[in-house]
């Protein structure tokens, strides 16, 4: 697997939204090979997994953490080697540095949750900051 590079984090006041990216360098986003996961991680805490979403035979499909459901949604590019996470309704406590990584198809991504520990190819993560 390649790498990718976040962008689109910042500064914004607590209501607000960012939109976020994530490009793929080395490898095609193809979600028939691999689940795609964006994370975070304040200060002080474990990285945890926000949202990820897989494609198999079986049919696919896209997980969130109960904090963000109903805010945040998950998107590909046009461009397969692209991701976006648009975060509505931002609150202090998504203060983070935000990641996002892949896993193998049929590892870390479930209609149940995310493993963290099945992802690789960080990036070097883009910080979100919401504070008034």
């Known amino acids: 697997q390649g790498q990718f590079v976040e962008s689109g984090g910042g500064l914004v006041q607590p209501g607000g939204s960012l939109s976020l990216s994530c490009e793929a360098s080395?490898?095609?986003?193809?979600?028939?090979?691999?689940?795609i996961g964006w994370f975070r991680q304040a200060p002080g805490k474990e990285r945890e997994g926000v949202v990820c979403m897989y494609s198999r035979v079986s049919g696919g499909a896209t997980y969130y953490i109960d904090s963000a459901k109903g805010r945040f949604t998950i998107t590909r590019g046009n461009a397969k080697n692209t991701v976006f996470l648009q975060m509505n309704s931002l609150k202090p406590e998504d203060t983070a540095v935000y990641y996002c990584a892949a896993a193998d198809s049929g590892h870390g991504c479930y209609s149940h949750g995310i493993n963290k520990y099945d992802f690789d190819s960080w990036g070097q993560g883009t910080q979100v900051t919401v504070s008034a």
């Open positions: 080395g490898f095609t986003l193809d979600l028939d090979y691999y689940a």
